[in-house]
């Protein structure tokens, strides 16, 4: 079986070996595997690996996406330096909950599942946090 592509990416070039290696295996010999994955959903003339920028400015899912980043890096800071500015309170958790919640609305609107299952399953971890520390139950 020839190719009529030749893998241009590095996950293009994962991809080919993982479904090469499948096609070995007797029970998924479906002929099926070979095909080239694409890895990102832009033509490969316009995939610059110099991280130019691709993606509309300004628009309302930027400014989620980049509020909610901040707000779940400072969560991360504060997780990993281990201050609490109000032991009393679980800032930390709130703060996570406040950057998923924001990753979540992205995802809704970009249509991503994998980022809705994602931070559905880590709104409702942050939430359960939340009411365990006010309520101790669960």
């Known amino acids: 079986m020839g190719h009529s592509k030749v893998p241009r990416s590095w996950c293009d070039i994962v991809l080919s ?13 479906t002929g099926l595997g070979m095909s080239i ?8 003339k316009d995939f610059d690996m110099n991280l130019n920028k691709i993606t509309p400015l300004h628009t309302k899912d930027w400014y989620v996406k980049w509020f909610a980043s901040s707000v779940l890096i400072t969560a ?3 997780t990993a330096m ?30 991503d599942r994998a980022l809705i299952v994602l931070n559905s399953i880590g709104a409702f971890i942050m939430a359960t946090g939340i009411v365990k520390f006010y309520f101790g139950v669960l």
Do not use: D
């Open 17 to 29: 070996l993982l479904l090469y290696s499948l096609r070995l295996i007797p029970p998924l010999n």
């Open 37 to 44: 994955y694409k890895c990102n959903k832009y033509p490969e």
């Open 76 to 78: 991360q800071l504060s």
């Open 82 to 111: 281990g201050v609490e500015l109000f032991p009393q309170y679980p800032l930390t958790m709130v703060l996570y909950l406040i950057g998923i919640l924001g990753w979540l609305l992205v995802a809704y609107w970009w249509h």
